[in-house]
């Protein structure tokens, strides 16, 4: 995923890392399922980037979902391209490696 968000412009990185953050930070004080959601419930990432960038809240959405669907197509697009190599030399005995042609 990280590749993938690499081949995004600038300002997509930095709308996309702006959620995920928040996103993490109420993960990272959640103890339960319930306490996640209701600190999404309280102040939705949409609300916290509608307000930081200027847009509404459905257009921050809107943003975010454009955002993910290009990630997934690149994802999606390097995936085809790779392969498993494996290795029968005797310091890579029964490695398998991932990688993208």
């Not at 890392?17 to 319930?34: C, G, K, W």
């Not at 790779?82 to 290795?87: F, T």
Request: aromatic residues 12%; without cysteine.
């Amino acid at each position: 995923m990280k590749m993938a968000q690499r081949s995004l412009s600038e300002e997509k990185r930095i709308f996309h890392s702006f959620i995920e953050e928040i996103e993490l930070a109420y993960v990272n004080q959640a103890e339960t399922a319930e306490q996640y959601f209701n600190l999404l419930t309280l102040q939705h990432p949409y609300q916290q980037a509608a307000a930081k960038f200027n847009m509404t809240v459905e257009e921050a959405r809107q943003y975010m979902l454009a955002i993910d669907a290009e990630l997934q197509g690149e994802v999606d697009r390097k995936m085809k391209s790779a392969v498993w190599l494996e290795y029968n030399q005797s310091h890579f005995q029964n490695k398998n490696f991932l990688t993208f042609l």
